[in-house]
DNA sequence: TCAAATTATGTTATATTATAACACTACACT
DNA sequence: AGTGTAGTGTTATAATATAACATAATTTGA
């Protein structure tokens, strides 16, 4: 795989440090105006980034929110094999890294027996900190 | 359940009735202009009932196209917990209903075990009819 | 080595998807 | 009858994403 390893350009690399400096999801004009000082002026020259940056793995695409993070797991060298715990309260994704569960998601085919090329799997529910946030006796 | 059982609104009826009878998902703005002479005149008399129907389960929001697909699942009576597999070529969503699937992603617990309200697990792939359009020898 | 092909950039305009805000109506419950 | 909740209609606008075109940089390979 040696796409992964060609050098990035430059407004791939802006767009990419940028997603990496940030620990939750950003989305696409939020990425345009926080690097417009770097000389990214509109909105296609961030999406061409991120749509490079998500061919090579660097980044996903967090479909329900419309946002992109940088990857987490260190072979995700291509997009469409991902899977992501969703805090409903503060968003925040984190990228699950479970052998079993991509074995399961991998060897999955349907009732026609097809097998498929790549899956996005989104886990919703309430985070750690959230939980300790709001304490059972104050959820109802 | 008593949501589910509760008679739908009027524009609620016509745009589960438009999503239904389509075998592909639709969009909002389609499903708006296929109505308008229903007397559903603007966007937000859409998003409205789609944001109801989602809740009640009768249909599904497929995340990746920005779409929305009638339930297949007779008892899917809740939003995000869905799975579907879609076709890359001719973008046809199936809803998959496979008990053994359903299992393992409700059983499935994070590294700090927490549990998910729900999930959104969406395959890609060629369909048969596409595969078939398509034959290897003319795949490279 | 130099022409062709591919990849990336810059820019303007526009398309597509979704929501805010406000006034009003229908209906259920007590 | 009064109150709360859900639904409707409407205008305007926000947020997300792409089309189209001109140009520049880079890789490739004959
Ligand atoms: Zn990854
Ligand atoms: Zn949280
Ligand atoms: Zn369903
Ligand atoms: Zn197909």
Redesign the interface.
């Known amino acids: 795989m040696d796409k992964k390893n060609k050098p990035l350009s430059k407004n791939q690399k802006i767009v990419l440090d940028f997603i990496q400096k940030n620990k939750k999801p950003v989305k696409a004009y939020s990425i345009l105006s926080n690097v417009k000082r770097k000389g990214i002026n509109a909105p296609p020259q961030v999406y061409r980034a991120l749509d490079k940056l998500i061919e090579i793995g660097k980044i996903h695409r967090v479909?329900?929110q419309n946002s992109f993070v940088a990857c987490k797991v260190s072979d995700c060298d291509t997009p469409?094999k991902t899977i992501f715990?969703i805090c409903?309260s503060c968003e925040i994704v984190?990228e699950?890294k479970?052998p079993k569960?991509f074995k399961?998601?991998k060897d999955?085919s349907?009732n026609?027996g097809?097998?498929?090329?790549?899956?996005?799997?989104?886990?919703?529910?309430?985070?750690?900190a959230c939980k300790n946030k709001q304490p059972e006796s104050t959820q109802h």
């Open positions: 479909e329900s469409h715990s409903n984190s699950i479970d569960l399961q998601l999955f349907d026609d097809i097998k498929f090329d790549g899956y996005n799997l989104e886990f919703f529910g309430t985070c750690k």
